[in-house]
Nanobody, 116 residues
C-alpha cells in the first residue's frame, strides 16, 4: 500500500522556521521525483519545490527561493522541506507528492500556520 505521510507542521511566528518531513512507503521512493505543493486557505494548489531522484537537482518557486530547502534521504525513504524566514503568506496545507511517468501519489498534507 502506497503511503506518503507528512509531519512537522504547526503554528510558528513570522520569521520562524519549520522542517517538514514526508515518510514514503509502498513504492520505490528512489525512483520518483518528489515535490512539495501547498494550498493556502481559499486558493488553489501552488507548486513549492521539487527534487530529482538522486537529490542533486532542486527547483523552487520564486516565492520561497532562498528561504526553503528541499532534500531527500533515499536510505530512509524520506523527503524534507526546511523552511526559514516564514511569512504569513506561507500559511497553507503542505503536501508531498511522488511522480514519475504514469504514476502520481499524494500525502494527506500537514498544516503550516504563520501567525503572531
Amino acid at each position: 500500500q502506497v503511503q506518503l505521510v507528512e509531519s512537522g507542521g504547526g503554528l510558528v511566528q513570522p520569521g520562524g522556521s519549520l522542517r517538514l518531513s514526508c515518510a514514503a512507503s509502498g513504492f520505490t521512493f528512489s525512483s520518483y521525483w518528489m515535490y512539495w505543493v501547498r494550498q493556502a486557505p481559499g486558493k488553489g494548489l501552488e507548486w513549492v519545490s521539487q527534487i530529482d531522484t538522486g537529490g542533486t537537482r532542486t527547483y523552487y518557486a520564486d516565492a520561497v527561493k532562498g528561504r526553503f530547502t528541499i532534500s531527500r534521504d533515499n536510505a530512509k525513504n524520506t523527503l524534507y522541506l526546511q523552511m526559514h524566514s516564514l511569512q504569513s503568506d506561507d500559511t497553507a496545507v503542505y503536501y508531498c507528492t511522488a511522480r514519475k511517468i504514469g504514476f502520481s501519489y499524494w500525502g494527506q498534507g500537514t498544516q503550516v500556520t504563520v501567525s503572531s
